[in-house]
């Protein structure tokens, strides 16, 4: 991967196509919801369609043989369909061999672009302080990008704003994404102005979005990111700095939904927290559910159409415990979805996504670790910064070991 600190502004005439396309694929990646007034779907196919422009015109570049393996996915679940499957192509079935290819082609487009230009540093700020701005813009104008995105939950009561994204969490979710990003790519070394971005990404995950999910993944996340990086005394006074934070935070979130969550947990304690708001007990339920439903299978893959009947048998399994699902055919849950409905083969894919990924140090074992578990959430598989956090291990993996020969 070409890396570059130097945030200048490109010159789009000077381009081949397979760069232009290139670009257009990274520029689309970021907007996954933005329908453009061309649909009136919340989830956007932009990615696998440029992915797909850039791979066509990227024909004369050298691949690496193991890259092909990249597109047994897609593979696996037309298998899963054939086999394991009600075999009837209809939307459920579709949706999930659209979003197995989304995710093969986007990994194998991001391996390529990044090998061969280099990282569009000021392109994804630039996405990014959109973002921010946008979510800003809508506490005082809040159907400013209505006509562009499919909105859920603006408005309600304790909710944060939804910026470029269908929901306050999705927002967050991908604040904390591109945030990831930045360190992933500098190898968690960011630059100043990154670091003061990123720093900006965590205060609007707390005060735009609002978010509780998100919120989470920020407080699991720098306890394992700093403890393998920094000294015993930064350390310190980090968490001392942290502990000034939280009270402030306690009166700027007053009446907001993690409040709410914060005072249910400290009274009533989290097993009481999950029974009782009906937000946090569905998604508990998707991370359980679908790898409950992998055991229950003996680990064959359980194919696209089984999840309702699944899920209402666990119903009774658990009691009436996760008492707000709906029983959807959706699987909230990354990492639920390849393990129940792909079964082993599935585990298999995203073992070797795994070993790819690590370039023999603790603390990048530590970083994909929490990046998996982090999968366990409610993050659509189609959604494109996941292969591209991914991809960018994966190039670290392979630069360090040039490095290591040379």
């Not at 290139?22 to 919801?33: E, N, V």
């Not at 415990?321 to 909230?332: V, W």
């Not at 996504?353 to 659509?380: E, H, K, V, W, Y």
Request: net charge neutral; with cysteine.
């Amino acid at each position: 991967m070409i890396v570059s600190n130097k945030y200048k502004l490109p010159n789009p005439l000077s381009w081949s196509l397979n760069k232009s396309a290139g670009y257009a694929f990274i520029f689309f990646s970021l907007l996954p919801w933005v329908n453009f007034g061309l649909n009136y779907r919340d989830s956007q196919p932009w990615a696998l369609l440029f992915g797909s422009i850039f791979l066509l015109t990227s024909f004369k570049n050298t691949f690496y043989q193991k890259d092909i393996f990249i597109f047994l996915l897609p593979l696996i679940a037309m298998l899963v369909w054939l086999l394991f499957s009600r075999n009837i192509l209809d939307f459920v079935a579709l949706r999930a061999l659209l979003n197995y290819s989304t995710i093969s082609i986007c990994l194998f487009a991001f391996l390529i672009f990044f090998r061969k230009y280099e990282f569009p540093m000021g392109l994804f700020i630039g996405i990014n302080i959109t973002y921010l701005v946008v979510g800003i813009t809508q506490l005082y104008i809040p159907d400013i990008v209505s006509s562009i995105v499919i909105s859920r939950g603006l408005g309600d009561s304790g909710r944060g704003v939804t910026s470029l994204a269908p929901e306050p969490t999705f927002f967050g979710i991908f604040l904390f994404f591109i945030s990831f990003i930045f360190l992933v790519q500098s190898e968690f070394k960011p630059s100043y102005k990154i670091s003061i971005l990123i720093f900006l990404n965590i205060i609007a995950i707390i005060l735009l979005s609002k978010s509780s999910t998100v919120l989470l993944f920020v407080l699991l996340s720098i306890p394992v990111i700093l403890a393998t990086r920094l000294r015993l005394i930064t350390l310190i006074l980090i968490i001392l700095l942290s502990t000034v934070m939280v009270f402030i935070l306690y009166y700027l979130l007053e009446d907001t939904r993690i409040m709410l969550l914060f005072e249910l947990l400290r009274e009533q304690g989290i097993t009481k927290l999950i029974f009782i708001d009906a937000s946090v007990n569905d998604r508990v339920a998707n991370i359980v559910y679908p790898i409950h439903g992998f055991y229950l299978n003996n680990f064959l893959p359980s194919g696209f159409h089984s999840f309702t009947e699944t899920h209402s048998y666990l119903n009774d399994y658990y009691l009436g415990f996760f008492n707000y699902g709906s029983g959807s055919t959706s699987i909230l849950s990354y990492l639920g979805a390849f393990l129940y409905e792909l079964g082993f083969m599935g585990l298999f894919f995203l073992i070797w996504i795994f070993i790819r990924m690590q370039n023999g140090t603790f603390s990048t074992f530590a970083d994909c670790i929490l990046f998996f578990i982090l999968l366990n959430s409610s993050i659509p598989p189609s959604f494109p910064l996941i292969p591209l956090t991914m991809a960018l291990f994966i190039l670290n993996n392979e630069n360090s070991k040039s490095l290591n020969n040379a």
